[in-house]
């Protein structure tokens, strides 16, 4: 399974757009990156994926640069709600990709929103 | 509509003695996921069914652990002889697989083990 790399803690002022990045440079053609985020005391929970292009959804935007090696995912307007561990995934989405099914966690980055 | 939901929430038990875990996953979901989480860890895969049958088990560390989803819904997790290095959360998720273009996964609050 392909591996990230995220730095292991973050800090971001309240308002602010926080940006966290990984490092995926053995990712394979058929695998998407996914992130994932763990509020302390919950299960993870679903931010957003994608395979090439950038995306955007209501919590956030992921950029994937074009030779897929590393992307960033941006939270335009932090709030203290966002304190938590970032988790970056690669990730095949179909039966027969190594990577298929399960999701392959990392020690994640834990980002602080502070005031 | 309710989430995923595992009981108990917590479980202390002795070295030695025999645990089941639950999931109840979210209606009509067909995957379903286990994974184990120590303290200061990221979440660590176990098994994953699709329907009825373990699509995956290769995280299973040895076995002493034995999951089942006999009806394709609601999935049991069975340590036998707990060692006190079972204690983790364990946590189960599961997705729409197929019915979903992200195939989010749908977490669980989790089952804290402890054995002393």
């Known amino acids: 399974d392909a591996k990230t790399t995220q730095p292991p803690s973050m800090d971001c002022a309240e308002g602010r757009a926080a940006n966290l990045p990984c490092n995926h440079s053995t990712i394979s053609g058929n695998e998407y990156v996914y992130w994932y985020r763990q509020i302390h005391s919950q299960g993870p929970q679903y931010i957003i994926h994608g395979l090439k292009n950038n995306e955007t959804n209501e919590m956030a935007s992921l950029i994937i640069t074009e030779d897929r090696k590393s992307s960033t995912l941006i939270l335009p307007h932090a709030t203290l709600r966002d304190t938590a561990v970032y988790y970056c995934?690669?990730?095949?989405?179909?039966?027969?990709?190594?990577?298929?099914?399960?999701?392959?966690f990392g020690q994640g980055t834990i980002l602080t929103v502070h005031p | 509509g309710a989430g995923v939901s595992q009981t108990p929430s917590n479980k202390v038990t002795e070295k030695g003695k025999y645990v089941e875990l639950r999931c109840d996953p979210i209606?009509?979901?067909?995957?379903l996921y286990w994974y184990r989480q120590s303290l200061g860890q990221g979440p660590e895969f176990l098994i994953y069914f699709q329907g009825t049958g373990a699509a995956d088990d290769s995280g299973l560390p040895n076995d002493r652990f034995f999951a089942v989803r006999p009806e394709g819904s609601v999935s049991t997790l069975k340590i036998q002889r707990t060692e006190r290095g079972d204690s983790a959360v364990y946590l189960c998720?599961?997705?729409?697989?197929?019915?979903?273009?992200?195939?989010?996964?749908?977490f669980g609050p989790g089952t804290r083990l402890t054995v002393l």
């Open positions: 995934i690669v990730r095949a989405t179909y039966a027969g990709g190594t990577s298929y099914g399960k999701l392959t």
């Open positions: 998720a599961s997705s729409p697989q197929g019915q979903s273009s992200s195939d989010e996964q749908f």
């Open positions: 209606s009509g979901h067909t995957a």
